[in-house]
């Protein structure tokens, strides 16, 4: 079974610090894909980032940066010198292969606070 | 602005009624996956279509329907309403014919309350 956990269910920062979001993922499959989305208040959910499971470097994109370790299953997500329009709910999600790969696995979300 | 649009915004209507949710993917994608986001279930996924085909099926009630047309806009029928239907449903799409190789990119989605 396919299963995306984030244990944070709200994380509340002063603005400028970085925070770090968690996410662990469970998978039979050799070959996956893992995304983050975020959905701001006004309920889109916007994609981030997607990693395949052959790909561990890290990746940087501005303020963002991931962290997918294969070891740990995990898929981590941080945020430097958070500002007040990050304040969001993260999902990270899972993708597989055959009957899995047509479906987003989410994760419960991670709530974003970041306080000026 | 994903490129993908979702008609109505919100949706108010009494339990026991019927609602079509209506999507546009983004132009040239092929596939259209609809979710749904509830308090007590999260993101779901409910169904996927590619070129007006049913490919996948998730976690669809007996009471919900999708197709996907010719133009490739698809909708979502929802009858039979409970309270328990309430929640924001969300269509994405992608470019090909599913598959992790492909980001799925979200609407904004149908805030559906059933009163």
């Known amino acids: 079974a396919q299963k995306v956990t984030q244990a944070q269910t709200e994380i509340s920062v002063v603005e400028k610090e970085d925070v770090t979001l968690d996410c662990v993922y469970e998978?039979?499959?050799?070959?996956?894909?893992l995304f983050w989305y975020k959905q701001p208040p006004s309920g889109e959910l916007v994609f981030l980032i997607r990693?395949?499971?052959?790909?561990?470097q890290n990746e940087i994109s501005g303020r963002y940066s991931w962290n997918f370790q294969k070891s740990t299953s995990s898929f981590n997500f941080t945020i430097t010198a958070s500002q007040v329009v990050d304040s969001a709910v993260y999902f990270c999600?899972?993708?597989?292969?055959?009957?899995?790969?047509?479906?987003?696995?989410f994760g419960s979300g991670t709530r974003l606070l970041v306080r000026p | 602005d994903s490129g993908v649009t979702q008609t109505p915004k919100h949706l108010i209507t009494a339990t026991g009624q019927r609602v079509t949710l209506r999507c546009s993917p983004r132009?040239?994608?092929?596939?259209v996956y609809w979710y749904q986001q509830s308090l007590d279930q999260g993101l779901q996924f409910l169904i996927h279509?590619?070129?007006?085909?049913?490919?996948a099926k998730g976690n669809i009630l007996e009471r919900f329907s999708a197709q996907q047309f010719p133009d490739l806009h698809s909708e979502l029928n929802l009858s039979s309403l409970e309270l328990g239907d309430s929640a924001l449903y969300f269509c994405?799409?992608?470019?090909?014919?599913?598959?992790?190789?492909?980001?799925?990119?979200f609407g904004p989605g149908t805030r559906l309350t059933v009163l």
């Open positions: 994405a799409s992608s470019a090909g014919g599913g598959g992790s190789y492909n980001e799925q990119f």
């Open positions: 990693r395949n499971s052959f790909d561990e």
């Open positions: 279509y590619y070129n007006g085909e049913e490919r």
């Open positions: 132009s040239g994608d092929l596939s």
């Open positions: 999600a899972l993708s597989g292969r055959g009957d899995s790969s047509y479906k987003l696995i």
């Open positions: 998978t039979r499959d050799t070959t996956y894909y």
